[in-house]
């Protein structure tokens, strides 16, 4: 099979709901938006890395650092309308990589997971990752996204809630002994073609019951195919996560 380009798009806004301005949070020296532009870097098998930001301040340290930063319309609704905005500019590239800009601990190595998917499956417009899911508290937090996949590893349905229901006791120490339950990795690639199209697809019944917008997708009929990877990274939602990040680092630094 012909190698497939690869472009990984940040999408990056402002008005982070729960942590604004958080992209240029800068307690470790570097920003939050730096961070996690290094892991895409440091990934084996994209040829570009662009930031798709909303806001110049955004774009003004994109390129302080030396990256490459494109303003979106504001129009756009979400992480993926921005991720579409710039493929279409950029006829180039075969496959697009949404990564959020708040994971600056994801496994470049996961990224390249990601790609090696569409190897997989030549056919599948659109992937993504999950992870074992261990922690008997995440499984029931509404928070932690799950997911259920095939023996092909094409996604059958995620929810917010526990999947797959378990009818007989389980112990809590039994949870992610054998990978039963999947935390879904918020990562995505979409074929270009696919990506495109993506905006046009009508909001769902099951994406607005569930507010998951890869719901859209499967309700639609298209395959999205599930890469595991071993560990969920952490991404940074609030005040608390950063704190926890700056913390870490400062430890991984020191050492």
């Not at 890395?49 to 930063?69: K, N, Q």
């Not at 030549?122 to 999950?130: K, N, R, V, Y």
């Not at 990877?229 to 939602?237: L, Y």
Request: with cysteine.
């Amino acid at each position: 099979m012909a190698s497939l380009r690869t472009c990984v798009v940040i999408p990056a806004r402002m008005d982070s709901v729960r942590l604004p301005g958080k992209m240029l949070l800068r307690e470790t020296g570097r920003s939050l938006i730096e961070h996690t532009h290094a892991v895409a870097l440091r990934a084996q098998t994209p040829e570009a890395v662009i930031v798709a930001t909303d806001h110049s301040a955004i774009a003004d340290e994109v390129r302080r650092f030396g990256g490459v930063a494109v303003m979106t319309s504001p129009d756009c609704q979400s992480g993926a309308d921005r991720v579409a905005e710039v493929a279409s500019r950029l006829p180039q590239y075969d496959l697009f990589v949404n990564l959020q800009g708040d994971e600056p601990e994801l496994d470049p190595a996961a990224i390249d997971r990601l790609v090696a998917q569409f190897d997989v499956d030549a056919a599948t417009p659109m992937a993504t990752l999950a992870a074992p899911l261990e922690d008997p508290e995440l499984l029931h937090d509404p928070n932690v996204v799950k997911v259920v996949f095939d023996s092909t590893g094409r996604a059958m349905y995620f929810s917010r809630s526990p999947i797959p229901f378990v009818r007989d006791a389980v112990s809590a120490t039994a949870v992610g002994r054998a990978p039963l339950f999947h935390q879904h990795i918020g990562i995505y690639a979409y074929r270009r073609d696919f990506l495109t199209q993506l905006p046009q697809l009508a909001p769902s019944p099951l994406e607005q019951a569930e507010k998951l917008e890869q719901l859209r997708v499967l309700q639609a009929g298209h395959t999205i195919r599930v890469g595991v990877i071993p560990h969920a990274a952490s991404g940074i939602d609030t005040a608390a996560d950063y704190a926890a990040f700056v913390r870490r680092h400062c430890r991984a630094e020191a050492a």
